[in-house]
């Protein structure tokens, strides 16, 4: 059971440049969320999304795009990098909207803007 | 604003002895808690939970403790091992938000042999 994969798991990027970081969960959780860590600081919440073809922005929604059309697929897209986008990005998955299951994270993507 | 903290940015405690990291919160309108354990190079993994309707949770080693009046919960750890060395997120959310979850900073907890 692979849970949550995410990839790249690093990247080095040029400002101004756009990619997308991928997530795929194989538990056939309705719930997904992007979340981003700054050093020092806690996980801030991007997008998330409650189940395929729902979307919604959350805390640092900035600068980023999501979509959702398959119920394992949550990418992350970043038009037009830029340096205070560097950081290391979660992708989390969750059955249930009870958050007493908790979230299964991805291992994370290391992103680098230079 | 940030709606979580944790102030301690580090602990350290010998083996075999007590782990206590701490977490306080501002917005009285979260009632799930729950605490994340992460290692280098991973994503966080869940520990253990408490709904607001509790002020204690226990799963082994692990015991949260909740006080709403104060807006403070705490993390036990009895008996501390190295293995349980890692940073130590705190998070909340509001139960009908989705389970959107707010987190804290983290706190590295070193536990040392």
């Known amino acids: 059971n692979a849970g949550v994969t995410q990839t790249p798991k690093f990247r080095i990027l040029k400002i101004g440049q756009s990619m997308t970081l991928q997530c795929t969960q194989d538990m056939n959780h309705n719930y997904m969320y992007w979340y981003r860590q700054d050093p020092g600081m806690g996980l801030k919440l991007i997008y998330y999304s409650v189940g395929a073809g729902i979307t919604d922005k959350g805390e640092v929604p900035n600068g980023y795009n999501v979509s959702r059309s398959t119920t394992e697929d949550f990418p992350l897209r970043l038009e037009l990098a830029a340096p205070s986008q560097t950081s290391v990005y979660f992708c989390a998955s969750s059955y249930s909207p009870n958050t007493n299951y908790g979230y299964t994270f991805g291992s994370g993507t290391r992103l680098t803007v230079v | ?113």
């Open chain 2, 1 to 113: 604003d940030q709606q979580v903290k944790q102030n301690s940015p580090s602990l350290s405690v010998q083996e075999g002895r007590i782990s206590i990291l701490n977490c306080d919160y501002t917005n009285s309108m979260f009632d799930y808690f729950l605490w994340y354990k992460k290692y280098p190079a991973e994503g966080p993994t869940f520990l253990i939970s408490i709904s607001s309707i509790k002020d204690k949770n226990e799963d082994g080693r692990f015991t949260v403790f909740l006080n709403k009046s104060a807006k403070h919960l705490s993390l036990h750890i009895v008996p501390s091992q190295p293995g349980d060395s890692a940073v130590y997120f705190c998070a909340a959310s509001v139960e009908t938000s989705g389970s959107r979850l707010t987190f804290g900073e983290g706190t590295q907890l070193t536990v040392n042999p």
